[in-house]
């Protein structure tokens, strides 16, 4: 009921609800859509129940397509229904059964199935009578006891509910909703209440009242109920014209259409529901987009008077104005929203933790902490407004689409594909450790910066490249959607090559393999419940830990000591180098802007195809290797390297300060680009689920490069 299973509750009745019963009350039964079987139960439900029109429909139960009367059996059903004061739920149950035997229920139905008047008229007419016991009732049944053979009291497992009630002739009982069903068969039936008064302390009364709306006489007494069956089998088990009519007027259907019906309106439903979603969804999305307007006339404001503190709170209120509309569906959001965790780690949360400073911008120039918010505001409005967009777009766009656009046929075979990927991520994941333990080997006993520095890679091209095929193997196989013991496998391989890595002090491939693997689960999860209750708690007991260990990890890293530093304000405070990058890049612009020929946006696609083995051999180019170098910095596309180049003393000893996608696109097109790449991105992030889900080529590029994307704000656009 609270929302947290984040699915509809349709509740579909086993029975015809007549009575004033708690449980179904709307604020307290947790059932959104239900369907009836009659009109009176359906105004029942709305008004005394609280539901809306919208919430409840008359369609007849997806059972009484099964409720045909076959053949006539000579067998007479009696069904009382239970009573609360019996139940046997509790422990004591010898006490409850003392109650039970001195009670007027035990009494009169084991008066009622020894009375000899009754037995008589069953053994002249070769005539059966079932005592059939209420589930809450059975433990009892050994209790009640009949003198003829005739009289049969079978346990719930001994018979066929649905066979026994179509093939009786005459139905009795006091208050069961079976009833219902026996009207429904055409069956004749009886009520026999000796207790009306006390029932009604058991259950409230409902709307329906036996003696004005019953389908079959109302008797208080024995021998009249019996008299009653009598005159019924005499006049051949007939439904009288008086109770015909009050059943005919009672079901709004009597056919087998019951099913169709119940699954056109849960269909009505769920179309409805959609549409009020995406209105709520609306609703949102403009008070949203109101606080987003309001607050931009603020920071230009600000921008404009220098209130730089202000900048940076406006820079998170704008964050969460973003992930406000994404928390509607989270799941098909969490590549946006890791998105949007990963622009507060490395561009917000330094700011915000260093505003209480005086000189809050530290040993920058305002200009450059004002140019550093402006292009990161830029890029958060950007991703609003583009979501926004799109997601509209995108709602209307479902809203029209038919069932039959969704049903495309789909002729790969996937565990063809499945299984030759599989080959190819276990051979190239044994080249790929074999890589990365040479690189932990080959540090052993050195700093950390040396890896940018000393250290190349002295393995074959062969060798190169068939490790170098590890992701795309992995994300070919996923993409066909294994099962989770399989996934968790490959998953776990993957996360095992980053360590090599981490021990070394490259934190950044173990981080990303572990967000790859948790998205990766969130978007199985939406159709296959892949994350069950422990895996959450699991997840959420770990993040607090992750960070607290690669906050430790950055002190460990450079031999420093912890001191008592808060690790965790301090965790988002050295992550924030990034802010600090674009900052220090806005004294470098021009200068880097004056190197021709340069384009830092698409920077390593260019370098690939510049410096790769075959442009060395063929054009006589020296390649200019990964490291810090003088070559890497002023004939590469890498705004990293030029920019740490210009900035830092200690460059060529391994120091720098990364890079930005936002920096870059600046850099290379001004403010328009980063209009434009962030634009570009939300679209691509935005889809990347329904991608995902359609298991093609598309499919498989979406997923390797969410391998690396969560970087991007402190990474190369």
């Not at 139960?61 to 076959?70: G, I, Q, S």
């Not at 959001?333 to 490395?346: E, G, K, R, S």
């Not at 790859?516 to 997840?539: A, C, G, H, M, P």
Request: charged share 20%; aromatic share 16%.
């Amino acid at each position: 009921r609270m929302g947290i299973y984040g699915f509809n509750n349709i509740f579909l009745e086993h029975g015809i609800t007549q009575n004033d019963l708690k449980c179904l009350y709307k604020e307290c039964s947790g059932i959104d859509f239900i369907t009836t079987a009659t009109i009176k139960e359906t105004e029942f439900f709305i008004d005394k129940f609280g539901y809306s029109s919208n919430e409840v429909k008359c369609t007849g139960f997806a059972r009484y397509d099964c409720l045909v009367k076959e053949k006539r059996s000579n067998k007479i059903l009696f069904m009382p229904t239970w009573r609360s004061e019996f139940d046997t739920d509790n422990n004591d149950y010898e006490y409850n059964k003392r109650k039970f035997l001195f009670s007027d229920y035990y009494k009169q139905i084991q008066n009622y199935i020894n009375n000899e008047k009754l037995i008589e008229f069953l053994e002249e007419n070769d005539l059966e009578f079932i005592l059939y016991l209420h589930d809450k009732i059975q433990p009892y049944k050994n209790e009640f006891k009949s003198g003829s053979k005739k009289i049969i009291i079978p346990s719930k497992e001994e018979v066929n509910f649905h066979d026994m009630l179509i093939n009786c002739d005459y139905f009795i009982t006091d208050y069961s909703s079976v009833a219902f069903d026996a009207a429904y068969l055409k069956i004749p039936i009886q009520y026999f209440q000796y207790d009306i008064n006390e029932f009604r302390n058991h259950l409230g009364e409902g709307y329906f009242l036996y003696e004005k709306d019953g389908f079959g006489p109302v008797i208080t007494n024995i021998n009249d109920s019996i008299d009653n069956i009598i005159s019924s089998f005499n006049g051949g088990f007939n439904v009288t014209a008086h109770y015909k009519k009050r059943r005919d007027l009672f079901f709004k259907y009597v056919d087998r259409n019951n099913c169709k019906r119940i699954n056109n309106a849960i269909n009505s439903y769920e179309e409805l529901v959609k549409k009020q979603n995406i209105n709520k969804g609306f609703i949102v999305n403009k008070i949203c987009s109101y606080f987003v307007f309001c607050l931009t006339i603020l920071y230009i404001l600000s921008y404009a008077f220098n209130f730089v503190k202000a900048l940076a709170v406006f820079n998170l209120i704008y964050l969460i104005l973003i992930i406000v509309p994404l928390l509607r569906e989270p799941k098909k959001n969490i590549y946006l929203i890791l998105l949007c965790v990963a622009i507060f780690t490395f561009l917000i949360g330094k700011p915000l933790i260093c505003i209480n400073m005086n000189d809050w911008w530290y040993k920058y120039n305002i200009n450059n902490t004002k140019f550093a918010e402006l292009l990161i505001a830029i890029s958060e409005v950007t991703i609003f407004c583009t979501f926004n967009v799109i997601n509209k777009v995108n709602q209307k766009r479902l809203m029209k689409r038919t069932k039959n656009n969704d049903k495309k046929i789909n002729n790969i075979n996937y565990n063809i594909i499945r299984n030759i990927s599989l080959v190819l991520f276990s051979i190239s994941f044994i080249f790929t450790l074999i890589v990365e333990i040479d690189k932990l080997i080959f540090m052993h006993g050195k700093s950390y910066e040396m890896l940018y520095t000393v250290y190349s890679n002295n393995f074959s091209s062969i060798v190169n490249f068939i490790a170098g095929i590890m992701p795309t193997a992995m994300c070919i196989y996923l993409v066909t959607f294994p099962t989770k013991k399989n996934s968790i496998v490959i998953l776990f391989l993957y996360v095992i090559t980053c360590i090599p890595s981490f021990i070394i002090g490259v934190r950044n491939p173990l981080v990303l393999s572990l967000l790859f693997s948790l998205s990766y689960f969130i978007i199985r999860d939406i159709n296959e419940k892949w994350i069950k209750k422990i895996e959450k708690t699991f997840v959420l007991i770990l993040i607090p830990i992750g960070i607290f260990i690669l906050s430790v990890f950055n002190y460990v890293r450079d031999n420093e000591s912890i001191g008592n530093k808060d690790l965790f304000k301090d965790f988002f405070y050295l992550q924030g180098v990034t802010f600090d990058t674009i900052r220090i890049s806005y004294d470098n612009i021009d200068t880097i802007r004056s190197l021709n020929n340069k384009n830092y946006t698409f920077g390593p696609f260019i370098d690939y195809i510049k410096y790769n083995t075959i442009s060395q051999k063929v054009f006589k180019i020296k390649d200019i290797g990964n490291s810090n170098s003088i070559e890497k910095a002023l004939k590469g596309n890498s705004f990293a390297h030029i920019n740490s180049f210009l900035s830092r003393k200690d460059y060529l000893q391994g120091h720098g300060y990364g890079s930005s996608y936002i920096i870059e696109t600046y850099v290379d097109y001004g403010y328009f680009g980063v209009v434009i790449f962030n634009i570009i991105l939300t679209i691509f992030l935005f889809f990347a689920y329904d991608i995902i889900r359609k298991k093609n080529l598309m499919s498989v590029i979406i997923l390797e490069a969410s391998t690396t994307i969560f970087l991007i704000p402190r990474a190369e656009a």
